[in-house]
C-alpha cells in the first residue's frame, strides 16, 4: 500500500504480525487434534492465517520496518489432547487475532483501516463457527478487566496488544 502509517499504526501492524505469526503455530496444534470432521476448516484458517501474515511482512517492510519474527514455538493457554479442546484453541486463536485487528483499526486509516476491518471481520466470523457463540463487539471482549494474556504464548517481545488473550 503506497499510504504512509504513523508509529502507532505500524506498532499496530508489528502486533497483527505477531498475532497472525502465533495463531499459524496454533493451528498447526488444532490440525493435529481436530480429527477428520473439522480438517477441512481448520486448513481453511491455516490458510488464511498464512496468507495474512505474509502480506503483513510485505506491508511492514514497505514502511521501512524489520517485521517481528516469528518464536520457534508458543506456549499454549491448555493442553491440546483432543477434538474439543482443539475446537476451543481454534475460537481462542480467532478471538485474539480479533482483538488485534480492532487495535489495529482504531490506529490505521484509508485502505489499511480497511483490511483490518476485513481481518477482524474474517476473525469473528471463524471465532463464531468453532465456538458457536459470537458477541456483539468482535475484537473488543478482550478489553473486559481480567482478559488474561497470551492466547498461543505471544512471543516476550510482542506488545501488550499482541500479548492478549480471549480464551479464559
Known sequence: MSEQASPDELTALQAALAAEHAAVYGYGVVG???GERDRGQAKAAYDAHRAR?????????????????????YALPFPVADRASAVRLAAGLEERVAGVYADLVRAARGARRASAAAALRE??????????????FPGLAER???GGSGAAGAPPT????A???ATR
Open 32 to 34: 493435529g487434534r481436530i
Open 123 to 136: 476473525a469473528a466470523v471463524r471465532a463464531v463457527r468453532w465456538s458457536g457463540e459470537s458477541v456483539a
Open 158 to 161: 510482542a506488545s501488550a496488544s
Open 144 to 146: 473486559i478487566p481480567g
Open 53 to 73: 501474515r505474509d502480506a503483513l511482512v510485505r506491508e511492514v517492510r514497505s514502511l521501512g520496518g524489520e517485521p517481528v519474527a516469528s518464536s520457534a514455538g
Open 163 to 165: 500479548s492478549r488473550q
